[in-house]
């Protein structure tokens, strides 16, 4: 008489294995720009969403580059916004689709420049916070993204983070986006 530790290994072989598709990239990636804007020696512009501070955050929408669309999230600068360059690179591979988040800084800028600039969602305003207070308000996500980005900032490199995770170097394929 079969046990049932006898059957079931006749059972498991007896069934051919399903193949199914990854849930990674049904749909095209979300790509979005965050900008990193420091005041003085100490201090960071973040948009205030009713109590949530987080960076301030645009879309770069189809044929469009992340550097433009970087200009359409904070408005009213007298020369314009002083963008350096693009000082890190975020994948986050979600569900069904990649979220890539282009990070780009910009010069030093003064209380009185910040003063004059207004946030593309009227929702939310601009506050000039210590960067430590920031750091400590934002999720763990949002706290690597900065301080990756400041230290890319400081050394005149381009951060590339992959699911959390900071790597040695941007893929080919991003590295011109």
Known sequence: MSTITTV???????????????????????IGMSLLVPVGSDS????????????????????RKPSEAAHDVLHGAPQGLP??????????QMRRRKVITHIWATAPMTRED?????????????????TMRVLNELTQPGRLRILVALQALATGETAYIEGGIVQPSTPPDLANE
């Open 83 to 92: 963008l350096l360059r693009r000082v890190a690179l975020a994948c986050t």
């Open 114 to 130: 910040v003063g004059a600039l207004s946030y593309h969602d009227p929702r939310a305003d601009i506050r000039v916070l210590p």
């Open 44 to 63: 960071l512009v973040v948009a205030d969403l009713r109590d949530l501070i987080l960076m301030p955050t645009g879309s770069v929408h189809d044929g």
């Open 8 to 30: 079931m290994p006749v059972l498991r072989g007896a069934h051919p294995e399903r193949r199914t598709a990854p849930y990674e990239n049904w749909r095209p990636p979300v």
